[in-house]
């Protein structure tokens, strides 16, 4: 230990410190990130229903009914498919913390099993749109050209035009998708949760929707051009170039023609 | 002005006319830091060459960016490159440009030179002999003498304008066939197809909750309007339509209306009646359209009626049916002139 203090000063150290702390972020990182769904592999028991439905009555039966028929202000989940439950559950809509215009994404409330075990609970009351397998919302097999034209003809209006999201009346809005991982697009088009309609395979196949995640994922890598502003068109582009761009020009004037004191 | 002036002119009835504003001059001229202490002088003297210094770094920047960046064509590899090139530039160029207005300012000379205009007109000799010159022109030519020719010679400039002048003005609303707005390649038993991959639609698919983007099916209109024909666009522009389904209890129609719709399947024009903008942010659980551009709001499940924004008219209904193979189809074309208002609209 003394050998080890003697050294602190050393012009290694802290590169060597800087290192260590990099790989024990890296190790802590790897142990704690969730996994990402492994829909195909997971074979559903009649423990996982059993589970489930106990979820089930100790967190949603509260508005959605004990028989999941729903209420005045929950509907019924009979027939919504584990797609569904996946999808709000999964991305912290669900269980809802208040009423107002539309659930919006929280910090998740249940596992990965857990909301796996709600959705076959879910599943098992009647027959509804399925979790998709990891094949089938792979952005890697899509074609982002396809896809693009898809998404400016049944997405871009309420998503924007790359995905970031947008209003729509009295107080609901079409939330941004960077952060939706492919399955969850998956079972937003093929469930229409809340606001959003429906898009079943007649309307956009199961091909043509990989290529509208492949088109959406691609969005992520930003754009050629430098900084997107949000890519949220002329709004913050003007806000920028009025406020900040003519702001500096305005300076550098008043900057000019002062007298150097 | 002094204090004193202005208490007289004040008291005074008569204004003094002669208190008159003076020409102030120059003002005094004030010495900078840098004039009297050489450490300031040495100081500024630094910054300037600091500011050099950026845009050879710039420069430099630019130059490693240029040579230095692998050609990689990648969104980030294309970003990364513009990013280096355009800082390197931008420092380059706003260093020499900063780096010379603080030397101009700071250590050139600051003294204030006058420099006393001229007058601008000429001496009268010289105006004087310009004229001459000019009359002496006119009368060597003979202009006076050859009148046919002086009125060719005007008649011809004068008139050169109108090639461009006719064509400018006379293009102008060149276009004035106005029925084409009043009719769509909607027709009878034309299968409403999807948007943009153009595939029927079969009524037993379209679950309730869906809405579909449509277009009219590609075999089923003329060809010289299909799909990759010139014409398509402005006809797709026109027949553009957002067909939804909701439970049939949840539809309110007029009872003229009653047959337009197929078991909770309506289909309306996605033209806003307000100033055309595609429409098409349908909100599953009211119901209810929204226009993007200006809010207008129509409620699908009773007639598209206008419920919010500037928009006057519901918009347009597509009459729907299906045919023996059980895929939709239009009964007839849109009842009504589409998308904003004209003049001769309903005439």
Redesign the interface.
């Known amino acids: 230990m003394k050998a080890l203090a003697a050294r602190r000063h050393h012009r290694f150290a802290p590169v060597v410190l800087i290192m260590l702390a990099l790989l024990v972020t890296g190790a802590v990182y790897a142990a704690l990130a969730p996994s990402s769904a492994q829909a195909e592999d997971a074979v559903t028991t009649a423990d996982d229903i059993e589970h489930g439905a106990a979820l089930f009555q100790a967190n949603c039966a509260t508005c959605h009914g004990v028989d999941a028929v729903g209420k005045a202000d929950a509907p019924s989940l009979i027939g919504v498919g584990a797609a569904a439950v996946h999808f709000q559950v999964s991305t912290g809509r669900m269980p809802m913390q208040s009423n107002a215009p539309q659930a919006p994404v929280k910090p998740v409330q249940f596992d990965e099993k857990q909301t796996m075990q709600l959705a076959a609970y879910i599943a098992s009351l009647a027959p509804g749109p399925e979790i998709p397998s990891a094949e089938a919302v792979d952005p890697t097999l899509g074609d982002p050209a396809r896809g693009a034209?898809?998404f400016s003809?049944?997405c871009a209006?309420?998503h924007n035009a790359v995905g970031a999201g947008?209003a729509?009346?009295e107080g609901?809005y079409?939330p941004a998708l960077w952060n939706t991982t492919p399955t969850q697009i998956y079972e937003a088009m093929i469930t229409?949760p809340?606001?959003?309609?429906?898009?079943?395979?007649?309307?956009?196949t199961p091909e043509?929707k990989r290529d509208v995640i492949a088109y959406v994922v691609a969005q992520r890598?930003?754009?050629?051009?430098?900084e997107n502003l949000g890519s949220l068109g002329p709004v913050s582009e003007g806000l920028w170039a009025w406020i900040l761009g003519i702001g500096v020009l305005i300076g550098a004037a008043v900057?000019?023609g002062a007298?150097?004191? | 002005m002094s204090d004193s002036n202005l208490v007289s002119t004040s008291s005074d009835t008569e204004v003094a006319t002669s208190e008159q504003f003076s020409d102030p001059g120059v003002p005094e001229h004030k010495l900078r830091l840098g004039d009297t202490d050489p450490k300031a002088a040495k100081r500024s003297e630094r910054i300037v060459i600091a500011l050099f210094g950026l845009s050879i770094l710039g420069t430099i920047g630019m130059m490693a960016a240029y040579f230095g960046l692998p050609q990689d064509t990648s969104i980030a590899g294309v970003r990364i490159q513009n990013l280096t090139l355009g800082l390197g530039l931008g420092f380059a160029l706003l260093g020499i440009g900063l780096g010379a207005i603080h030397w101009a300012k700071s250590l050139m000379s600051d003294h204030e030179v006058v420099e006393e205009r001229h007058s601008v007109e000429s001496s009268p000799e010289a105006r004087a002999e310009a004229i001459q010159k000019l009359q002496d022109g006119v009368a060597d030519a003979g202009v006076a003498r050859r009148g046919v020719l002086k009125g060719a010679a005007i008649s011809a400039v004068a008139l050169f304008p109108l090639s461009f002048a006719v064509p400018l003005i006379g293009e102008i609303g060149a276009d004035w066939n106005i029925s084409k707005f009043r009719h769509t390649v909607w027709r009878r038993g034309v299968r409403l197809a999807t948007d943009p991959t153009n595939r029927p639609i079969k009524a037993s698919e379209v679950t309730i909750g869906s809405a579909y983007h449509v277009i009219p099916y590609a075999e089923d209109i003329d060809e010289e309007v299909r799909p990759g024909s010139h014409a398509w666009l402005d006809e797709k522009a026109k027949a553009i339509v957002l067909m939804v389904r909701m439970e049939p209890n949840e539809l309110k129609e007029e009872d003229d209306r009653k047959d337009w719709s197929y078991e909770g399947i309506v289909a309306y024009s996605k033209v806003c009646t307000h100033v055309g903008c595609p429409v098409a942010l349908y909100e599953r659980q009211t119901h209810h359209l929204l226009c993007p551009c200006h809010q207008s709001t129509f409620d699908m499940a009773d007639g598209a009626k206008v419920v919010f924004g500037p928009a006057k008219r519901p918009l347009p209904q597509l009459p729907i049916t299906v045919d023996s193979e059980g895929y939709l189809v239009a009964q007839s074309d849109f009842t009504e002139p589409v998308g904003p208002s004209f003049w001769e609209r309903l005439k």
């Open positions: 034209a898809l003809t049944n209006m309420c947008g729509l009346s609901k079409a229409g809340q606001s959003m309609p429906v898009f079943n395979e007649s309307n956009i043509e890598d930003g754009t050629p051009g430098g900057w000019i007298k150097s004191s």
